[in-house]
């Protein structure tokens, strides 16, 4: 099964779509999107939290058949078992529910939902995980499906129609607009300041 190329124009439209069909008023308030709650409500995921690689690079994965994921037993990430884990269990990496990491971790959370929404068959066909990477693989392939789901992730949690009321509110009363809005958003402020970029925002 090959993978889908899509345009970004089409990527955010089914980022919309989610939304709408969640709570369509999130497209019209500005407010942090409940990703989490998308996540379990909307597509029947459980999240569950251990640490996954020694070096920390794998940030979380969403498992689409019954599998033996290796985890590490403790912080120290010294010795690892192997965790029998369901279909539809997304695993986030624990050291993102540190303090100041939030933003991270809902990136983390909507990242692995994109795998879901438009990369299923796909990873079915290749042995049923996806892992988010801190590093993009090397594949052509494994660099295009990882792009997508950032691309969509960010489309996810900073909803076009709402990021652009925020800053158009915001842009008079705050000296560090991107600041403003990340935390409005809670994202990071690298991640809203690529958003702000990309629909022109900034200057």
Do not use: W
Not at 40 to 68: C, H, P, T
Not at 91 to 105: C, E, F, H, P
Not at 165 to 189: G, N, T, Y
């Amino acid at each position: 099964m090959g993978i889908v190329y899509y345009r970004n124009e089409t990527l955010e439209a089914i980022a919309r779509k989610v939304i709408h069909q969640y709570d369509p008023s999130l497209l019209e308030s500005p407010a942090p999107i409940p990703i989490e709650s998308i996540m379990e409500r909307a597509y029947g995921l459980k999240l569950d939290y251990q640490y996954i690689r020694r070096n920390g690079r794998v940030l979380g994965l969403i498992v689409f058949e019954d599998s033996m994921i290796p985890v590490y037993e403790c912080e120290d990430r010294k010795g690892y078992k192997l965790m029998p884990v369901k279909a539809g269990v997304v695993i986030v990496d624990a050291s993102l529910l540190r303090s100041g990491s939030d933003g991270r971790y809902r990136f983390t959370c909507a990242h692995e939902l994109v795998h879901k929404i438009i990369h299923r068959d796909f990873f079915m066909a290749q042995g049923g995980t996806a892992a988010m990477t801190e590093a993009v693989n090397d594949s052509d392939v494994e660099k295009t499906i990882e792009r997508q789901a950032n691309r969509m992730a960010s489309y996810l949690l900073m909803p076009k129609s709402t990021v652009e009321k925020a800053f158009h509110e915001a842009c008079h009363a705050k000296s560090d607009i991107v600041a403003s809005l990340a935390e409005l958003f809670q994202v990071s402020k690298e991640a809203m300041g690529y958003r702000l970029e990309e629909m022109r925002l900034l200057s």
